[in-house]
């Protein structure tokens, strides 16, 4: 049930840069769910980078009143002027994707953190895009319908039951910066109970992913981490409401959360489900693909970090 799909030589999986855009602990019985123990040391700090080669640095350009931080500093000239292009688009997105709900091109919304202000000149309006900004104004006008729709502020808010606790954490950071979360298919999870009502599953899933969002700060970082875990797993667990979970959950995070994955790694995958590119079963295994990218002290003694006890 993870937020994209992708693929890669080893087992994780590379998704495509991004551009700056707009996971939680399991659910407590009495809140929504929240990220388990933070993880030292802290984020990466929000230094500004030198831009790279590739990035803007003409003394002619037009991005000099632009926001900069370590992200912006990498744009090209190209996704700078699909950028520039795109905001203007955001008076008519917003009047489109609320069916024309009074002031809604003219007033500031919050996605993911991130302020997209319609007014003419606001440079805080971040969206995610790629370079065929037509596409972008139809992606982000159905996620805006879908998250009024979907309600996803309440999602983030309700109260799941305590079987799901153990399906979903939220801990540490790789090496730079970007949130890990680690979703737990298997070991003691209750594979039917917490299926037995997809819907409700689907949507302890989505504010799972919501809080891990709120860990990015968009400014050093955009992506998060996500680490699989099937230790215990076998086609009988594979039901019908599972699988129908999967397969919604899998349509929400490819239309809705767009290229938030930076690396995904399935770990302790049963030899039978063979369609998985794996990085393989037990600590020390886990831990030789795992740690190039996360510090000992940021990873759990069970994917061969140093971090006992982490949920």
Do not use: C
């Not at 080669?53 to 931080?69: C, G, I, K, R, Y």
């Not at 009988?236 to 790694?265: G, M």
């Amino acid at each position: 049930m993870s937020g994209t799909t992708a693929s890669a030589p080893t087992a994780t999986t590379t998704a495509p840069k991004p551009q700056p855009a707009p996971v939680p602990a399991a659910a407590p019985r009495t809140a929504a769910p929240s990220a388990t123990k933070p993880a030292s040391p802290a984020p990466a700090p929000k230094a500004v980078a030198e831009p790279p080669a590739s990035a803007t640095t003409d003394d002619d350009d037009d991005t000099a009143d632009e926001p900069q931080n370590a992200l912006t500093q990498k744009f090209t000239k190209e996704e700078w002027a699909a950028l520039q292009a795109f905001r203007p688009l955001l008076p008519e997105i917003l009047d489109t994707a609320y069916d024309g709900r009074e002031g809604a091109r003219t007033t500031p919304i919050v996605v993911w953190g991130v302020t997209l202000d319609p007014a003419p000149g606001a440079k805080d309006a971040r969206a995610s895009v790629e370079l065929n900004v037509a596409e972008a104004k139809t992606m982000m006008v159905a996620t805006l319908r879908w998250r009024d729709e979907f309600k996803v502020e309440e999602a983030m808010k309700a109260t799941y039951p305590e079987l799901l606790d153990g399906f979903g954490h939220l801990y540490g950071h790789d090496k730079d910066g970007r949130p890990v979360m680690y979703n737990i298919y298997g070991g003691k999870n209750d594979l039917k109970a917490a299926f037995s009502d997809v819907q409700l599953f689907i949507r302890w899933r989505v504010a799972l992913m919501e809080h891990g969002i709120k860990l990015i700060d968009f400014e050093t970082v955009d992506q998060m981490v996500q680490v699989h875990d099937y230790e215990g797993v076998g086609l009988s667990s594979r039901t019908a409401n599972s699988k129908q979970a999967a397969s919604e959950l899998a349509s929400i995070f490819q239309s809705h959360y767009p290229e938030f994955l930076a690396s995904k790694f399935f770990v302790n995958v049963p030899s039978i489900m063979t369609w998985m590119k794996v990085v393989g079963h037990g600590p020390r295994t886990i831990g030789r693909e795992l740690l190039p990218l996360i510090d000992v002290k940021q990873l759990p003694a069970q994917y061969g970090g140093a971090v006992q006890d982490a949920w």
